[in-house]
């Protein structure tokens, strides 16, 4: 593969939140998962396993379990100062005939020097198992797939009662669930930092700090995209 269609893939893998509740073969499933397999992580540790969900009764009740987390947690949001109030994603994922839970076996961060274990254990750990989740929304995108990201499974409401749904011992950690279909939408272009505002020769650039207010702007920004339909 040469620069230009590593860049064209990444630039096509968007993040897609109207989905099809048509099936989609097992054989992509697979694919996605052979892709994620590849993923570099923290002294080759390897700490993820897939769960496919595909059950209707088990998809109804994760649903049902995100969906109360996020009644609280849309409502935390007006502690905030309203310009910076989260606007909740549409929650397309719910249609997704197939859902991919990646979980992680903390057990591995044994891998890991042990210096980093104990200082750096958790980042190690999570940073793996977003690279290897991040190859699967790679390899949506190459199927002609959609994704979206579902992060709620991993707060502890969500999650403890996942694992019991699902029979996951307790040890293991999830991390994000992936919900896949054929997409039923054109995601339009977003908002992409400028190379130039991000990258320091040498030294760290002082006046490309950004200033509370900018960084604040940048925020509202965000929040004014989401709003425009
Ligand atoms: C760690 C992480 C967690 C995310 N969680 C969610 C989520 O819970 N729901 C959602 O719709 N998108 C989620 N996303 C997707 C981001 O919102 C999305 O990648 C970002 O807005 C850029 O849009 P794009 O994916 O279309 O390029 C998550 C992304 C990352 C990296």
């Given at each position: 593969?040469?620069?230009?269609?590593?860049?064209?893939?990444?630039?096509?893998?968007?993040?897609?939140?109207?989905?099809?509740?048509?099936?989609?073969?097992?054989?992509?499933?697979?694919?996605i998962?052979?892709?994620a397999?590849?993923?570099?992580?923290?002294?080759?540790?390897?700490?993820?396993?897939?769960?496919?969900?595909?059950?209707?009764?088990?998809?109804?009740?994760?649903?049902?379990?995100?969906?109360?987390?996020?009644?609280?947690?849309?409502?935390?949001?007006?502690?905030?100062?309203?310009?910076?109030?989260?606007?909740?994603?549409?929650?397309?994922?719910?249609?997704?005939?197939?859902?991919?839970?990646?979980?992680?076996?903390?057990?591995?961060?044994?891998?890991?020097?042990?210096?980093?274990?104990?200082?750096?254990?958790?980042?190690?750990?999570?940073?793996?198992?977003?690279?290897?989740?991040?190859y699967m929304t790679?390899?949506?995108?190459?199927?002609?797939?959609?994704?979206?990201?579902?992060?709620?499974?991993?707060?502890?409401?969500?999650?403890?009662?996942?694992?019991?749904?699902?029979?996951?011992?307790?040890?293991?950690?999830?991390?994000?669930?992936?919900?896949?279909?054929?997409?039923?939408?054109?995601?339009?272009?977003?908002?992409?930092?400028?190379?130039?505002?991000?990258?320091?020769?040498?030294?760290?650039?002082?006046?490309?700090?950004?200033?509370?207010?900018?960084?604040?702007?940048?925020?509202?920004?965000?929040?004014?995209?989401?709003?425009?339909?």
């Open positions: 593969m040469d620069y230009d269609s590593l860049l064209e893939l990444v630039k096509k893998r968007r993040s897609i939140r109207k989905l099809k509740s048509d099936p989609i073969p097992d054989e992509y499933v697979d694919k998962i052979e892709v397999r590849w993923a570099p992580s923290g002294a080759n540790s390897q700490p993820w396993q897939f769960i496919v969900i595909k059950k209707k009764e088990l998809k109804d009740k994760i649903i049902e379990l995100i969906n109360e987390h996020n009644r609280l947690g849309n409502k935390m949001e007006d502690a905030r100062e309203p310009e910076l109030r989260f606007i909740p994603s549409p929650s397309g994922w719910a249609h997704a005939p197939v859902f991919i839970l990646v979980v992680g076996d903390p057990r591995t961060k044994e891998a890991y020097p042990l210096n980093t274990t104990l200082m750096r254990g958790k980042e190690t750990f999570i940073s793996s198992l977003a690279s290897a989740f991040l790679l390899a949506v995108s190459t199927l002609g797939l959609g994704g979206q990201w579902v992060s709620a499974i991993g707060v502890p409401y969500v999650q403890s009662l996942t694992k019991s749904l699902l029979g996951i011992p307790r040890e293991m950690e999830i991390y994000d669930m992936l919900a896949v279909a054929y997409p039923d939408m054109e995601p339009r272009p977003r908002i992409v930092r400028s190379r130039d505002e991000l990258v320091h020769h040498d030294y760290y650039d002082r006046a490309k700090y950004p200033s509370d207010q900018q960084v604040k702007d940048f925020i509202v920004a965000l929040l004014n995209w989401k709003k425009q339909k």
